[in-house]
């Protein structure tokens, strides 16, 4: 019997709307492991999570069964429910409407787990708007500056 065999790595990246700083550390793990159920459901696996208080970065393990536009909006849909029922604070949380996604090798994947892990660390130097910029040019992606951004 023939069988479809995939092996998909996938660096996701999104922010808060308009970056407002409404991930709060108290939520942080839950909001990952949460996250994490929403890919399993997926039939996907989150393998790194990480982030600042405006924005995420994952590291996903994609199903062959679901395409990322699919992945990506019930992790932002699902996630923005869960994060408005954890009290008044979070009422008004959205995510971006945009995302980032870009490929990983097998043989990068250590290198990005580092990077995911040293989020909070790395922003001390550089801004969300800067390094996403940084990974569009890296992976060559063309874009328009006035719909990045929302």
């Keep these: 019997m ?3 065999l995939v092996n998909l790595y996938v660096h996701i990246i999104f922010s808060t709307k308009n970056r407002k700083n409404l991930i709060f550390p108290e939520i942080e793990e839950e909001l990952f492991s949460y996250i994490g159920g929403i890919a399993h459901n997926n039939r996907s696996k989150l393998i790194a999570a990480n982030g600042t208080a405006n924005h995420v970065y994952l ?3 994609m199903s ?3 395409e990322l536009s699919e ?10 429910k869960w994060i408005k029922s954890k009290g008044i604070a979070y009422r008004t949380f959205q995510w971006q409407d945009s ?10 994947l250590d290198d990005v787990k580092k990077y995911i892990a040293n989020q909070k660390r790395h922003h001390v130097d550089i801004s969300f708007e800067d390094e ?3 990974f ?15």
């Design 2 to 4: 023939a069988q479809t």
């Design 99 to 108: 995302y980032g996604a870009f490929s990983v090798g097998y043989t990068q």
């Design 132 to 134: 996403f910029r940084y």
């Design 64 to 66: 062959k069964n679901i």
């Design 136 to 150: 569009l040019n890296k992976y060559d992606v063309e874009y328009d500056e006035r719909y990045v951004w929302d």
């Design 71 to 80: 992945l990506v909006g019930d992790i932002k849909r699902d996630s923005s």
């Design 59 to 61: 590291l996903v393990s």
